[in-house]
């Protein structure tokens, strides 16, 4: 705790802008959690640049492709470089990074088909595959994860059976201290009832252990392999439970249900760049995209601080874009990126399409946040035992929590009142 606390509290600064100052990335540390400093700018970037210059050295990894570069893929995509390098600079500065690195960006994913990743399939629906695999009109988040190496995805390799048991065996060993795990689902813990995988029916926990003790970093993708997930609500009939309770190494969150694309490609591609993990927040989730409420950067907070809210969904208030505190939206609670990043090729989000937030980034969503259409209100200490969800990504304010929650319902109960539906 009081390590997390140290490391929380060295992170103030965003990247400098200037030359001569020193650069502290609060969103990067070394494996110890220490925050990365650099001395300049500069160095900062020709030490990512010697980084990529390495890794381009090393063999292309894809035996199943021809070896395009990215740039011809995208263009037979119908990409232009000019979209490529726009989506290099939204990468860049979600990562925290000055905005001039974003020819680095670009460059680290025309490098990500290098990097072996090993992706396993735990209890869940699949929907965080399906948030990068979506076939109709792929975006270039899409394009870059059909662009890696995929060593191991049971939704889309064509291997099944012993065989499949063998393509995992095989690069475990090819890639033994190189490659990336990737996990989806929540894992049932001390059973051998449910959630047996392969030809010999391994546990799902065993194959987490077997594939995390070789691995180089190891990502936990989605709400189900971050927190347990659905499978994990109460009375969680399986004992699922998150990847962290499984394996001893450390466990990167890229929670949501499902998670943005751009979140998953975003951790590869940190990954590529500084080849450390990312900084993180007290549930393991990377600052970079997890360290903003929702509420904060919502496109209908000036409703809720007008206190002009949708009291039922298709009231006349809906149709003007209201705030939808009242009807449920749990965005004062919930930490991610959503109103910034979109979905659908940046197209909306939930909120945008005029429902609220179900917190699907945070822990237990499906038992603390529930009802997805009721406000928590008054029910906000009982559902976190006055623990607070309502926490900043830098600090646990229980007490100033308790506080924000309760204005936040009586803000909403009285706005009720004063203002007309
Ligand atoms: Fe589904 Fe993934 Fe939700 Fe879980 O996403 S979208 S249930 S987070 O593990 O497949
Ligand atoms: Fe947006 Fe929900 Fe906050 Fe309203 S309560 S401002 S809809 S996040
Ligand atoms: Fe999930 Fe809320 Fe975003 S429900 S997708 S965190 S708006």
New binding site residues.
Partial sequence: MEKMATRQNAVINHPQTSDSKRVTLNYTQNPQGDNLEFTTKKGLFRKIKARLESLSKLPYLRKDKNKEELSEVLLKKGVQRRDFMKWAAVITTSLGLPASFAPLTARAAELAGRVPIIWLH??????????LLRSEDPGIDSIIFDYVSMEYHETIMAASGYQAEKSLEDAVKTYSGRYIMMV???IPKNTEYFLTVGAHGRTGAEECRHVAEHAAAIFA??????FG???AAAPNPTNAQPLTEIISKRVINI?????SEKNIVGALIHYILFQELPAVDAFNRPKWAYGHRIHDLCERRGHFDAGEFVQSFGDENATKGFCLYKVGCKGPYTFNNCSKLRFNSHTNWPIGAGHGCIG?SEPNFWDTMSPFEVPLGNRYQTAFSGAGADRTADTVGIVLLGVTAIGIAAHAALSGVIKPK
């Fill in positions: 735990m209890a869940e629906c699949t929907g965080c595959s399906e948030s989806e689902g929540g993708i989605g709400t189900c392999s971050s997930g659905v499978q929670p949501g249900c499902p998670p699907c």
